[in-house]
């Protein structure tokens, strides 16, 4: 095994990263997800982000930039998604790290690992290309989402996010 290879089977290694992508089927996102993505948001947020998300597909879809876009399947139901990207520098930094923009989980699916296994093959996908660290942001009072990103090893970072409102 190489030594820059995770070790899945090592019992003291992170526990949802070593079966979470074998129970639950991962793909990478195609265009057809569109309108599973959408219904999917719909339930979780109560809005209708339609043309949020056609930008965001074509964005991933289209654009060059390193993107990770994937999609979680259960019985061959679309369950949920996750979608990341790349960025090999900002503010001056050339170490790689990547964002994980939005992941969204249908409620039928709730707590049967879906978003475990989305987490863990991005980051599987992520190791692959040398990123060192994973950013991404949630509400301070989005609780489910916060024990979530905790449970699967996110923690607060110390950087200070700021807003000018135009």
């Known amino acids: 095994m190489n030594a820059f290879e995770p070790d899945f089977s090592d019992p003291s290694g ?20 569109l309108s599973a993505i959408i219904g999917i948001d719909r339930k979780i947020t109560g809005k209708d982000r339609t043309t ?18 994937l ?22 930094r050339t170490s790689p790290s990547a964002f994980l923009d939005t992941i969204g989980v249908s ?12 987490v863990s093959q991005l980051l599987l996908n992520l190791r692959s290309l040398k990123v060192e660290a994973v950013y991404t942001r ?8 916060l024990a979530f990103l905790d ?4 923690h607060s970072s110390q950087r200070l996010s700021f807003v000018r409102r135009l």
């Open 14 to 33: 992170d526990d949802f990263e070593a079966l979470a992508r074998d129970h639950i089927p991962v793909r990478s996102m195609v265009e057809a997800d």
């Open 52 to 69: 949020y998300y056609k930008a965001k597909l074509a964005e991933v879809l289209d654009e060059s930039g390193v993107r990770l876009s």
């Open 71 to 92: 999609v979680a399947e259960v019985d061959g139901q679309f369950a949920g998604f996750a979608m990341a990207r790349v960025d090999y520098g900002e503010f001056g």
């Open 107 to 118: 409620p039928a699916f709730d707590r049967q690992g879906v978003g475990k296994a989305l």
């Open 138 to 145: 949630a509400d301070w009072n989005h609780f489910p989402l």
């Open 151 to 154: 449970r699967t090893g996110f």
